[in-house]
């Protein structure tokens, strides 16, 4: 079980958006303080395009930021269910290196995953900061039930990025996925998670009561963080 999780609660989403954005700001000064760069993980989804848009106005250094997406989906890059693209659109602009992590014109996942893992180990590990957005069934990045869902949470501890095929195929975006694993969100060092609505608070909530053995990805991603997590939650 992790350490400590602690709830942070705001009025709506437009004020969550303000504090998290608050927050990745002074994780990312403080990585550039340190030293001289900040790697972090972004994901994709709705929840998140508030924070983007004012994280955006933040006055950083952003050509010392490298984003890698938390997931992203098997998809060409343009794509409207391109994560990467998403995250581009907004800080590519602003000077951030933003890493795509699924090949172009690619349909083997699995090949998918395996270079994305070789593209994560060329960067700066530990992550500064892993920021997880959860979908309503209880998905963190894109560590779904399925034939890899044992592979994302329990493989090698230096695999950092593996395909994955949910099952059943999310209805929002039914394709393949590529995903950090259990290992490379956990060791961040900062790991805070953005949701709104009380049905996603609800299944965090039993999630976290299962614990270790607990049928949700993000009951099982949790159960194993060794720092305290942050869950930032608006209705
Ligand atoms: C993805 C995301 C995923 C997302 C949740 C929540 O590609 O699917 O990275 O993990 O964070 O599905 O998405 P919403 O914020 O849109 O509900």
Redesign the pocket.
Known sequence: MSEEIEWWEYDDAAEMAEAVAGDVQFIIESAIDARGAAVIAL??????KPIYAILTQAKLDWKRVTIV?????VVPLGDPLS?VTLIGKSFIPKGARVVPIVPQATKDYKAAGKSADALMQDLHWPLDLCL?????DG????IFPGPDFDEALNGPKERRALGVMPDPL?P??PVA?VTLSRQGIVTARALMIA?TGQG?RDVIEKAIKQGAGSSYPIGRVLADAELPVDIHWAP
């Open positions: 994901p994709g989804g709705n929840t998140p997406p938390t997931d992203e989906r994560n997880l957005g959860v979908g309503g998905h963190t990045a894109s999310p929002e975006a996925r949701v996603k």
